[in-house]
């Protein structure tokens, strides 16, 4: 990585501000890269290239690993960017690997979510896709559907899928069969982990994070993982007798924000060897000036830069899901541009 962001200056002053990019709304409209966005990332590098301001992309997005997604992103923007610096929603799933390392998980989102899942350790997951595979009519709408998904073909994985109890459903990114997605949920959640038996208790659930809406290529927002979790909690809840419990992460929670300025802090240090901030462990001795949340969702961005306090200060532009002329009643940041 350091050698990535080669000459790191022992002359120049360490920067006492940093950046945490939102894509979707601010950098990106799905694929396309929104106005400039590819000169400014240019802006943030030196004449040779390395990067001279320590920045982070900030986002709820996700689905694939955060390798992956670094390279893709690099390819829009035409800067060189680390997986270092690719903060997703499910990115703070890595923290419960030593809970589910060798339990069953099922795995859920477009992309490749049991990869994302896999790369962070845990040992025995299936996307939902071969999960529901392994159970036949599990989805009566199935035949209806023009795609068609990977089957899991092995008659020993079939079985011993089918009497091995899900421990953890994973919610990665956004669900692309919603219809399938919470019916095979609900079999999971309200039997314990093994659809088609009796009502168990339920498994644990994650969600990378709660986004109602987002803004992607269609000119007003799309339903994001948070319409999902709302679709799948008020379906559980008439199913079954106790109310569903779940975790969600990612932005507005504060923690997100936390570990973001740790990063852009051990990004400062493999800049700037002279620091003597060269580690993970005492990168937090740094302290930065200011910290710009570039954000287009007030309730998520703006609400969560606000919630993490100093040194954070909320950007609102008005290129994704805020469109308001003023600053945002409930959310307000402290400057709005675009
Ligand atoms: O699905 C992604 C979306 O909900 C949010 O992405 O980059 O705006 O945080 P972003
Ligand atoms: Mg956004």
Not at 90 to 103: A, D, G, I, S, Y
Not at 110 to 135: Q, R, T, W
Not at 183 to 207: A, K, S
Not at 296 to 318: C, E, K, M, Y
Request: proline residues 6%; aromatic residues 12%.
């Amino acid at each position: 990585f350091t050698r990535s962001f080669s000459q790191p200056s022992s002359q120049s002053k360490p920067p006492s501000f940093g950046i945490a990019f939102d894509i979707d709304g601010v950098v990106l409209r799905s694929e396309a890269p929104i106005g400039g966005s590819p000169q400014v990332f240019r802006r943030l590098y030196d004449d040779s290239g390395n990067l001279s301001i320590p920045y982070v992309f900030l986002t709820n997005g996700g689905g694939f690993t955060e390798s992956k997604r670094a390279l893709e992103l690099s390819e829009l923007l035409g800067v060189k960017i680390s997986p270092l610096q690719v903060l997703q929603g499910h990115t703070p799933f890595k923290q419960l690997v030593n809970r589910f390392e060798n339990e069953l998980i099922v795995a859920v989102g477009k992309g490749e979510p049991a990869a994302v899942m896999s790369e962070y350790g845990f040992k025995n997951v299936l996307s939902i896709d071969d999960y529901a595979s392994c159970f036949e009519n599990i989805d009566p709408l199935a035949p209806y559907k023009k795609w068609t998904t990977k089957q899991v073909k092995e008659v020993a994985a079939r079985d011993l899928v089918s009497s091995q109890r899900v421990q953890a459903a994973f919610i990665v990114s956004d669900s692309v069969d919603w219809s399938r997605d919470i019916q095979v949920l609900c079999d999971i959640l309200r039997t314990g982990g093994l659809p088609g038996r009796e009502i168990g208790h339920q498994p644990h659930l994650y969600f990378a994070h709660d986004d109602l809406a987002y803004q992607a290529a269609f000119p007003t927002e799309r339903f994001g993982m948070g319409a999902f979790r709302i679709a799948l909690e008020s379906i559980f809840n008439r199913i079954h007798p106790h109310a569903l419990e779940y975790t969600t992460f990612g932005k507005p929670n504060p923690f997100v924000f936390n570990n973001a300025e740790l990063v852009l802090k051990q990004l400062v240090s493999a800049l700037h060897d002279n620091l003597q901030v060269a580690n993970q462990a005492n990168a937090g001795s740094y302290q930065f000036q200011t910290l710009y949340m570039i954000g287009d969702n007030p309730s998520v961005d703006i609400n969560g830069a606000r919630q993490a306090g100093h040194p954070w200060f909320s950007i609102l532009t008005r290129t994704g899901v805020f469109k308001g002329k003023e600053n945002h009643a409930e959310f307000p940041a402290d400057l709005v541009v675009f």
